[in-house]
């Protein structure tokens, strides 16, 4: 069936450094979500990508969107504090249920 | 506006006994709901998904059941937990004709002991 896989697992950065997940799917996407899930709190909608080649910005958020449609990324710049959570990806094909990724868990030091 | 609720928030189960959560969305009509398991440090796992009353959709066999007796209302049910039942369940909903962006409740914390 369909798999959506993410790396890194876990990433640890200093305040102001850079950080960037990725998403790979096993199958061509119909599109793909993005979600932010605070410690404790519950997975909050991002963004969604549906053009191939597609890259949305959000004010320090990057989102890419592969020319195949079967991967995506997600970069923060100079990251504060507020960036710490898990970040999901979410894909699907025409007519299925979408399916997350394990999510990239990211702490930030000051 | 829509508003999505989810309860009880917070559960202690023992082995064996059963289970109910609920949720219900308010400010829309026929949306497509969601059954989301989150197990410690791992994703979001989908369960059941419905698309309309008695509509129900398993993605994973599992001694947990689904209903949808009303069409903004979505049951969870487990007739005996299992230790393995343990996790983070999350109910959430998309409009019917929508870009599927999915909307998540607050989500029940469930421990079975």
């Known amino acids: 069936g369909q798999q959506v896989m993410q790396i890194p697992q876990y990433q640890h950065v200093q305040e102001g450094e850079d950080f960037t997940t990725y998403c790979n799917s096993s199958?061509?996407?119909?599109?793909i979500q993005w979600y932010k899930q605070r410690p404790g709190g519950h997975p909050v909608f991002l963004i969604q990508l549906v053009k191939s080649g597609e890259v949305k910005k959000q004010k320090r958020l990057t989102f890419q969107f592969g020319e195949a449609k079967k991967n995506s990324s997600l970069h923060i710049t100079a990251t504060q504090t507020t960036d710490v959570g898990t970040y999901f990806c979410a894909g699907n094909q025409a007519g299925t249920a979408l399916i997350f990724g394990k999510g990239t868990t990211l702490s930030v030091s000051s | 506006s829509q508003t999505i609720h989810q309860w009880p928030a917070t559960l202690v189960q023992p082995v064996g006994s059963p289970l109910s959560l609920e949720c219900t969305v308010e400010?829309?009509?026929?949306?497509?709901l969601y059954w989301y398991r989150q197990a410690a440090g791992r994703g979001l796992q989908l369960l059941f998904y419905s698309i309309g009353i008695d509509q129900i959709s398993s993605e994973v066999p599992q001694n947990l059941s689904a209903s949808r007796p009303q069409d903004r209302q979505f049951i969870l049910s487990s007739k005996k937990l299992l230790l393995s039942d343990s996790g983070f369940y999350l109910c959430a909903w998309a409009p019917n004709r929508g870009t599927g962006e999915l909307f998540f409740g607050e989500g029940s914390r469930l421990t079975v002991l």
């Open positions: 400010g829309t009509s026929n949306p497509n």
């Open positions: 199958t061509t996407l119909s599109n």
